[in-house]
Structures are given as structure tokens and as C-alpha cells.
């Protein structure tokens, strides 16, 4: 079955860069979208930022653009979250997620976009 593992996350001061890995398994990685979603204390879960299957759309949620970049290796069947300039709102469990060809980036990527999640990993920006 489909296996995501993240990784990547910890404790940055504000101002501070991250890069976040999702290594994917079990998947012909090649036709999945994939998304980053995060989930801070006390709030519902939003879509960060997603790429198509064939690379060529992106989504970013208004609050990163131009401080985050989505990447995806298909050789390494990996993706990439690459925060950049972190403030303390971004502080959240993120998480992975991926989906069979799916989001086609026509859209606001949403949970129900993808069906197999990883376990997250803790991002935590300090002021």
C-alpha cells in the first residue's frame, strides 16, 4: 500500500529556513499529485501548497507565496516543501499527502483531493 514518511521538521527561529521531505513507497510515484497540509493547535487543517502529477501545476496557499516552493523528484520518488523567511503562524503539523493522478491544479487543492496521508512531522518557528 501507499506509504508516505515526512521528515524535515523542527525548530526554527522566525526569519529561518526548513525543508521538508515526503519519501514516497508503494506508489507508481510518477502519476500521483501530491500536497503539503498543516494543522496548527486549535485549527482546521489547510492545503499549503500542492503539485500535479506531471509537475506543471502548482498551488500555493496565499500565506506562503514567495516564501515556500513545492518540489518533486520522480527519480527519488520524493517531495519537497522548501520554507523559506518561516514566521511563527506557520508553526503546524504538516503533512503529506498524495492521491493517483488527482489534483489537477484547476482547483484549490482540498483534503478530500488526496487519500493517502503521512503521519506528519512538527514544524515549530520561535519569535
Known amino acids: 500500500q501507499v506509504q508516505l514518511v515526512e521528515s524535515g521538521g523542527g525548530l526554527v527561529q522566525a526569519g529561518g529556513s526548513l525543508r521538508l521531505s515526503c519519501a514516497a513507497s508503494?506508489?507508481?510515484?510518477?502519476?500521483?499529485?501530491m500536497g503539503w497540509f498543516r494543522q496548527a493547535p486549535g485549527k482546521e487543517r489547510e492545503s499549503v501548497a500542492a503539485?500535479?502529477?506531471?509537475?506543471?501545476?502548482?498551488y500555493y496557499v496565499d500565506s506562503v507565496k514567495g516564501r515556500f516552493t513545492i518540489s518533486r523528484d520522480n527519480a527519488k520518488n520524493t517531495v519537497y516543501l522548501q520554507m523559506n523567511s518561516l514566521k511563527s503562524e506557520d508553526t503546524a503539523v504538516y503533512y503529506c499527502?498524495?492521491?493517483?493522478?488527482?489534483?489537477?491544479?484547476?482547483?484549490?487543492?482540498?483534503?478530500?483531493?488526496?487519500?493517502?496521508w503521512g503521519q506528519g512531522t512538527q514544524v515549530t518557528v520561535s519569535s
Open positions: 499527502a498524495a492521491q493517483k493522478f488527482g489534483w489537477a491544479g484547476s482547483s484549490v487543492p482540498r483534503g478530500t483531493d488526496f487519500g493517502s
Open positions: 508503494g506508489l507508481r510515484f510518477s502519476i500521483y499529485s
Open positions: 503539485i500535479s502529477w506531471s509537475g506543471s501545476r502548482t
